[in-house]
C-alpha cells in the first residue's frame, strides 16, 4: 500500500514516504519505559502483532483476527458487544463500554468541548496543516481539539510508542484487569484533561497485558469520529528529512519505539505520527539526523502542553531556540517558553489566569509571564481545564508570529 507523500494537499491526501507492506507477526515482549519529571506523561506496553497494513492480531489457539480499529473502539467503550476471539464474560465489554462512554462525556463536557469551541474562535485556521507536539506523551486529545482540520499531527515524547494491545490473545482474567485499568485511566484523564506519571509508570511495570501509547492514540483517535486504517512502526530516516518504516523484526520492541497511524474521517485522511525521542540538548548533539529532524517539525504550528517547563531549562535549548525561531504559531500553558523570550518574537495573546506555577515546578519559574498577566488589562478568559493548573489558575499563551494567518482570516 503506497500513501502519497508527505505534504500534498491534493485529493485531501496524506503523506507517508514510504510503501506499507506485510509484515511476519510475532510477539513483543516488555520493553523499558524512561521516567518524565511532573505530573503529566505516559505509558505503555504490549504484547501484540503486525500483520498487514490494516493491522490484525491472531488469537491464541485460531480464533478470529482484530483488526486496529476493532482493537481501538474496544478501548474506547465504542463496541458494546464482544467478538468472539474476546474470552470475557456475557455482557462484560457492554458494561466496561458503557463506564468509558459516561467518563468521556465527562471530559467531552468540562473540557474537550469548550476547548474545541474556543479553539474555533481564537485560533487561525489550520485546514491540511502539519500540527507539532513535543512533550505530547499520549495526548492526542488535545491536539485534535485545538486543530481538528489538520492533516497531520507529530506527537514526540520519550516514551515507546509500542504495538497495540493484543486483545484477542489475553486469557479471561488478563483481559478484564485490563479494561478495569484502562477504563480507570479513561477516568482519571476525564477529570485532569492528561495522564498522570506515576499511574502510567505503575501500569508499565505490571505483567500480562498491559496499555502502550499507541493503544491510548487510537482509542481517542476512534472517540474523535477517525477509522484506524492502518498502524506502522517508523523511525527518523539517516538524513533527517522524514520518517521512513523501520526496517526491525515485528518480534522486537525497538522496532515499534515510533509509529505513524492512518486515519480517515468522511473522506479526509489523516497522518498521526508518534515519535519515541529525547528532546534534551544532549540527547539531538548525539544524534545530528534527529536534531536535523526536530528543526524541521519546528516550523509547524506547534502546541506545548503540560511540559514540565522543561523549555525554560538550558538543557532543552535546541528545540526552543528551534521554536523561536521557526514556529508560526505557539499555542501554549506556563509549562512551555519562557514569557519573555516568547514575547520577543512573537504577538502574544493571554487568556485565563497565572500567578504561580504548579506547586511541583520552581516557585520563581515564569516570573515575567505572571508579571504580564498582573499588568495586561484585555486578557481573555478560559472556561476550560487545559494542564496542571486547575480554575482559576488555568491559562492559555497564543503567540502568533509577525505575518502569521489571523483569526479574522478565517474564511
Known amino acids: 500500500m503506497t500513501v502519497r ?15 506499507l507492506r506485510t509484515a511476519s507477526p510475532g510477539p513483543l515482549l516488555t520493553s523499558e519505559r524512561p521516567r518524565k519529571r511532573g505530573p503529566a506523561g505516559h505509558c505503555g506496553r504490549l504484547a501484540a502483532i503486525m500483520c498487514t497494513a490494516a493491522l490484525a492480531f491472531p488469537a491464541a489457539g485460531g480464533a478470529a483476527l482484530l483488526d486496529a480499529d476493532t482493537t481501538a473502539r ?45 479553539a474555533r474562535a481564537e485560533l487561525p ?104 486504517e492502518s498502524i506502522e512502526p517508523v523511525r527518523v530516516n539517516g538524513a533527517g528529512s522524514g520518517l521512513e518504516r523501520h526496517p526491525g523484526a515485528r518480534s522486537d ?7 505513524r497511524i492512518l486515519l480517515e474521517k468522511d473522506g479526509r485522511k489523516v497522518a498521526l505520527d508518534y515519535v519515541r525521542m ?14 536535523t529532524w526536530i528543526e524541521q517539525m519546528a516550523a509547524n504550528r506547534t502546541v506545548l502542553k503540560a ?6 531549562s538550558a538543557r532543552f535549548g535546541i528545540v526552543r531556540d528551534a521554536l523561536l525561531a521557526r514556529a508560526p504559531s505557539i499555542v501554549q500553558d506556563e509549562t512551555g517558553i519562557e514569557y519573555s523570550r516568547l514575547a520577543q518574537h512573537f504577538d502574544v495573546t493571554l487568556y485565563g489566569r497565572f500567578t ?26 478560559l472556561t476550560f481545564r487545559f494542564s496542571y493548573q486547575r480554575e482559576p489558575e488555568a491559562n492559555l499563551q497564543v503567540a502568533l508570529r509577525a505575518g502569521a494567518m489571523r483569526v479574522h482570516d478565517k474564511k
Not at 476471539?85 to 474537550?112: C, F, K, M, N, V
Not at 511540559?307 to 525554560?312: T, Y
Not at 516557585?363 to 488589562?377: F, G
Request: hydrophobic share 45%; proline share 8%.
Open 5 to 19: 507523500a508527505i505534504g500534498s494537499r491534493s485529493s485531501c491526501a496524506i503523506t507517508i514516504p514510504f510503501t
Open 74 to 118: 474496544i478501548l474506547a467503550g465504542l463496541q458494546a458487544e464482544a467478538p468472539p476471539s474476546l474470552d470475557l464474560p456475557a455482557g462484560a465489554l457492554r458494561d466496561y463500554a458503557r463506564a468509558a462512554t459516561a467518563r468521556w462525556s465527562a471530559y467531552e463536557r468540562r473540557i474537550g468541548t469548550p476547548m474545541q469551541r474556543w
Open 125 to 228: 485556521p489550520a485546514k491540511d496543516a502539519t500540527i507539532f507536539y513535543p512533550f505530547a506523551g499520549p495526548d492526542f486529545a488535545t491536539v485534535q481539539r485545538l486543530y481538528p482540520q489538520a492533516s497531520r499531527y507529530v506527537l514526540v515524547a520519550l516514551q515507546r510508542a509500542e504495538a497495540p494491545p493484543a486483545l484477542a490473545q489475553a486469557d479471561a482474567a488478563d483481559l478484564a484487569e485490563f479494561l478495569d485499568r484502562f477504563g480507570e485511566s479513561w477516568r482519571q484523564f476525564a477529570a485532569l484533561g492528561f495522564f498522570r506519571t506515576l499511574d502510567l509508570d505503575e501500569e508499565a511495570n505490571r505483567p500480562g497485558l498491559r496499555a502502550g501509547t499507541t493503544g491510548r492514540l487510537i482509542a481517542f483517535a476512534v472517540r474523535a469520529g477517525y477509522r484506524v
Open 253 to 259: 520492541p525497538v522496532t515499534w519505539s515510533s509509529v
Open 278 to 291: 529525547n528532546l534534551a540538548d544532549a540527547s539531538l548533539n548525539a544524534h545530528p539526523e534527529l536534531r
Open 307 to 312: 511540559a514540565s517547563h522543561l523549555l525554560q
Open 356 to 381: 504561580k506555577p504548579h506547586s511541583l515546578f520552581d516557585p520563581e519559574a515564569q516570573r515575567a509571564l505572571a508579571q504580564a498577566y498582573q499588568n495586561q488589562p484585555d486578557i481573555k478568559p
